[in-house]
């Protein structure tokens, strides 16, 4: 029998949606000092945090995203718990998304894909394209991960680059020069929630590639417009990412049990929205 975490991460993502009937990514973007008092005098207390999070919140995703930023800040106990959050995760059988945007040349670029997918052993993980093909090329030809290619982000400052062009904008041309590569069927594209009425597009354009679509909650993304246009034509390979509002939802005892019940009305938002969509 094939593990899930042996599939294609579109197959595993796909099995996951599935099973859980879900969209919703819940993004564990640790802050120490926001987490309950109790945990900073365990263990480990980012690991043990994030595990009940998932306990709580794994039945109502079709994936996690762990923001490396909100680790490394941490130093190497930051990543060691990371990398067990990661370790927890997949044997839950739900897919870790490692989102590092990485983005370099020629061996320094394989050997950030070897750090995410063969240290950290994530499914997928974001990348930066404004370095050319080949600096994300040593990602893609992990052929069982999945490599999310930022497109247009959630961020005020992408009017700086992302939509400006002569003939056409940079996250047109980055959606469809990403669209050519994907010859291991194993590219998607990260196009924040802040963007609704670019999200119907760069779909039509992505067809059946996965998108990743961060942006919902604390940076004010379009929950309706995400899930009605984010998804391809069954409904699926959608990935909307909620971090803050989830996760934080609840500061005392009951942390976990309000941000399962956050996780639940979001989830059941983003259903709504793509079965009348």
Do not use: W
């Not at 950290?120 to 069982?144: C, H, M, Q």
């Not at 309000?258 to 059941?268: N, P, S, V, Y």
Request: hydrophobic share 40%; net charge positive; proline share 4%.
């Amino acid at each position: 029998m094939v593990k899930l975490t042996d599939m294609k991460f579109v197959d595993y993502l796909d099995s996951t949606t599935k099973k859980n009937d879900s969209l919703l990514c819940v993004g564990l973007d640790i802050d120490l000092s926001r987490i309950p008092h109790t945990f900073l005098n365990k263990e480990d207390p980012i690991f043990n945090f994030n595990k009940e999070i998932i306990l709580a919140t794994k039945e109502l995703v079709c994936a996690y995203k762990l923001n490396i930023a909100f680790y490394e800040m941490y130093g190497i106990y930051g990543l060691e718990a990371l990398k067990r959050t990661i370790e927890y995760i997949q044997e839950e059988e739900i897919p870790a998304i490692l989102d590092a945007k990485r983005g370099d040349i020629g061996n320094s670029s394989l050997a950030y894909a070897k750090a995410v997918f063969e240290v950290y052993k994530a499914d997928a993980t974001t990348v930066n394209p404004y370095l050319g093909y080949d600096s994300i090329e040593p990602f893609i030809e992990f052929r069982n991960k999945g490599v999310f290619v930022l497109c247009l982000t959630s961020n005020p400052g992408r009017y700086d680059f992302q939509t400006r062009g002569e003939k056409e904008p940079l996250y047109k041309v980055v959606a469809k020069r990403v669209k050519e590569l994907n010859k291991n069927k194993n590219l998607g594209l990260v196009v924040g929630a802040t963007n609704p009425e670019e999200i119907k597009g760069i779909r039509a354009m992505a067809e059946d590639m996965p998108i990743l679509i961060p942006g919902i909650g604390a940076q004010g993304g379009n929950l309706e417009a995400a899930a009605k246009y984010g998804p391809t034509k069954n409904g699926t390979r959608a990935i909307i990412s909620v971090s803050r509002s989830i996760i934080y939802a609840g500061k005392g005892e009951d942390f976990a049990g309000q941000a399962k019940a956050e996780a639940r009305k979001l989830k059941d938002m983003i259903n709504q929205y793509r079965r009348t969509g």
